[in-house]
């Protein structure tokens, strides 16, 4: 989770122009109301004091809470850092929803393990739980959260499991082989919401084609029969074959396809209202920064053709900083067109294919609720 990723981003989205679309606006963050009392929307406030506590004095952290270990160090202004993450992904839904922008994108954000009461997996407070926290509270019925992060979004699905308004999807390495260890299929939400939580569990290995199989076999669908009125996004970006930290095998044309598919999802089921997060990713060089500098360009209208080479002044400066150069261009060479393959599951499924059997235990967890049909779209 080191920061520099972020800085990376930041740059070569200004190098590739990015930031200069018309209509894109890089805003500050800021808290909601000027305090950090938001954080309670979605978090226990003997928590958020726990937090400020270490954040003070880092000896004093708490494991109790998940603070001072070894996922979740203590820092000092971890409090203040972590609360304007959260207050920036507040601020897009608010203007998301009131019709300030279309898209929101924090790259900062998708703090997706961070629980009502401890932390977890890197990450403090759950941004983007206060997000939809905040639009159900002004208004919204029915809010979307789709995750493709290659770790479970086990907090916000645990934080809105009993919650029929939220639809959570998650596609993700199976936790039989990662951590946070949960997100099966089977595991489909409380008794007051049956159906609103979706886990889609893939082999380690999964590439390209199949992983984008298995996305568009059960998202679109879904999201579609759900009809929300906002849609979240996590695009975590370590489910890349380089990623130090999982198992699966996708390329940047991959991940760049399917943002592509999330916007237009947001434009036919929402209007546009997307707010679009960061979240995992730990090969900070040659991953994280050419993802995310396509979720921002798609969220602009103004993508980036993968085949792009990556500006020298921005070589340059990695070369200076890390004693290499970093990636030549902006895809991995897997797409043809700026398209990456992908077989349809209108042709119905293969029981005896891995990723195949991972998209059926989920499509016959959760289809009925639907009215959908498991074996054929």
């Known amino acids: 989770m080191n920061p520099i990723r972020l800085d990376l981003t930041a740059r070569l989205c200004r190098e590739l122009g990015v930031f200069d679309a018309p209509g894109l606006e890089v805003v500050p963050p800021s808290l909601p109301g000027g305090t950090d009392d ?105 809010v979307a959260y789709v995750d493709v992060d290659v770790h479970h979004g086990d907090g916000v699905e645990r934080i809105f499991w009993n919650d029929p308004r939220v639809l959570t999807i998650s596609i993700h390495e199976t936790g039989r082989v990662l951590f946070p260890g949960t997100g099966f299929p089977g595991d489909i939400g409380g008794p007051d919401a049956l159906g609103s939580a979706i886990n889609i569990a893939l082999p380690p290995g999964t590439r390209d084609g199949p992983w984008l199989r298995a996305l568009h076999a059960v998202v679109p669908q879904l999201v579609r029969a759900f009809d929300p009125q906002v849609l979240v996004t996590q695009q975590g970006c370590d489910s890349h074959y380089s990623d130090p930290l999982a198992h699966m095998a996708l390329s940047v044309d991959a991940q760049r396809s399917a943002y592509q598919t999330l916007h237009d999802l947001a434009h036919q089921m929402t209007g546009g209202k997307w707010i679009a997060l960061g979240g995992g990713g730990y090969e900070l060089i040659d991953v994280v920064p050419r993802a995310w500098s396509h979720l921002t360009a798609i969220a602009a209208h103004r993508p980036v053709p993968l085949d792009t080479a990556i500006p020298q002044t921005w070589r340059d400066h990695v070369q200076a900083t890390f004693g290499r150069p970093g990636p030549a261009r902006m895809g991995d060479g897997q797409a043809e067109h700026d398209q990456v393959w992908y077989r349809s599951w209108a042709g119905g499924a293969d029981p005896e294919n891995s990723v195949d059997r991972a998209v059926i235990a989920t499509r016959e967890a959760v289809f009925p609720y639907y009215g959908l049909d498991v074996w054929f779209d």
């Open 38 to 142: 938001f954080l309670t929307w979605v978090h226990n406030p003997d928590y958020v004091d726990a937090v400020r506590r270490a954040s003070a004095d880092p000896a004093r952290a708490d494991q109790a809470y998940g603070l001072g270990t070894e996922d979740d160090p203590a820092f000092a202004g971890m409090h203040e850092a972590s609360s304007l993450i959260a207050g920036s992904t507040v601020q897009l839904a608010e203007a998301v929803w009131r019709g300030t922008l279309d898209h929101g994108v924090n790259f900062g954000g998708g703090l997706h393990h961070a629980m009502r009461g401890n932390a977890s997996g890197f990450c403090i407070y759950n941004d983007a739980a206060l997000g939809i926290q905040w639009l159900l509270d002004n208004g919204a019925e029915r």
